[in-house]
C-alpha cells in the first residue's frame, strides 16, 4: 500500500497564499504522476494539477497563472504553491498520485486524507 500524508492547508484571506505539501510512503517501485485534486461542498472532485515523473504539468483552467506544483522524485513528494487565491478555491485537497508497488507492478491511484482549504473574502 502506499501511504500519502498532506499538509499545509489552514485559513487565509482571497489574494493571499498556501502551499501544500504531499508525502507519498510504502513499499513503493515508482509513481508515474502525482498531484493534487479538490472538492467543494455539493460539487464533485475536481483536478487541481499534475506533474508526471518527467516534470510534465497539467492544472485546472480556474487555476492557471495562480498556483504552481512541483515534485521531488527522490523524495516522492509534491507541492502545490497557491497564490492569489479567491473564495471558490475553497474546498477540501486531496493528495493523489499512480504508483506501482514492488511485486505488484501494475499501477493504480492512491488517494490522501485530504486537507481544508479556506478561503475568506
Known amino acids: 500500500q502506499v501511504q500519502l500524508v498532506e499538509s499545509g492547508g489552514g485559513l487565509v484571506q482571497a489574494g493571499g497564499s498556501l502551499r501544500l505539501s504531499c508525502a507519498a510512503s510504502?513499499?513503493?517501485?515508482?509513481?508515474?504522476?502525482m498531484g493534487w485534486y479538490r472538492q467543494a461542498p455539493g460539487k464533485q472532485r475536481e483536478l487541481v494539477a499534475t506533474?508526471?515523473?518527467?516534470?510534465?504539468?497539467n492544472y485546472a483552467d480556474s487555476v492557471k497563472g495562480r498556483f504552481s506544483i512541483s515534485r521531488d522524485n527522490a523524495k516522492n513528494t509534491v507541492s502545490l504553491q497557491m497564490n492569489s487565491l479567491k473564495s471558490e478555491d475553497t474546498a477540501v485537497y486531496y493528495c493523489?498520485?499512480?504508483?506501482?508497488?514492488?511485486?505488484?507492478?501494475?499501477?493504480?491511484?492512491?488517494w490522501g486524507q485530504g486537507t481544508q482549504v479556506t478561503v475568506s473574502s
Open positions: 493523489y498520485c499512480n504508483a506501482a508497488l514492488f511485486g505488484v507492478l501494475k499501477p493504480r491511484d492512491y
Open positions: 510504502g513499499s513503493i517501485f515508482s509513481i508515474a504522476a
Open positions: 506533474i508526471t515523473s518527467g516534470d510534465e504539468r
